[in-house]
């Protein structure tokens, strides 16, 4: 069983930076993939990014390339989001997953195994 907490959300104006962690309870951190997910009020949650077990690959979806970082200390059992150059739509509740395929970078959310409670990211115009 893992447990999955987010924090570090918050308000930031339009071009703001914020960055997202999510700490793991449970064993074998380092055998999950982990990614980041997001839902907007009306809208269907969404993929954002991903990174493997080991650290090695990861992968983004178009909306957030180059402007999204995703990075993981498995020492610390912790994944984090930087977010840069934030835009009003990247408003919405963001949700830490994992996959027990460490080498699920490709993921959807009916891969993943386990999901944090989520945590609300609002980004003023």
């Known amino acids: 069983q893992v447990q999955l907490v987010e924090s570090g959300g918050g308000l930031v104006q339009a071009g703001g930076s914020l960055r997202l962690s999510c700490a793991a309870s449970?064993?074998?951190?380092?055998?999950?993939?982990m990614g980041w997910f997001r839902q907007a009020p009306g809208k269907e949650r969404e993929f954002v990014c991903a990174?493997?077990?080991?650290?090695?690959?990861?992968y983004y979806a178009d909306v957030v390339k180059g402007r999204f970082t995703i990075s993981r200390d498995n020492a610390k059992n912790t994944v984090s989001l930087q977010m840069n150059s934030l835009k009003p739509e990247d408003t919405a509740v963001y949700y830490c997953?994992?996959?027990?395929?460490?080498?699920?970078?490709?993921?959807?959310?009916?891969?993943?195994?386990?999901w944090g409670q989520g945590t609300q990211v609002t980004v003023s115009s």
């Open positions: 997953a994992a996959d027990r395929n460490a080498y699920g970078i490709y993921m959807q959310e009916r891969t993943c195994d386990y």
């Open positions: 449970g064993r074998a951190f380092s055998t999950y993939a």
């Open positions: 990174i493997a077990g080991s650290g090695g690959s990861t």
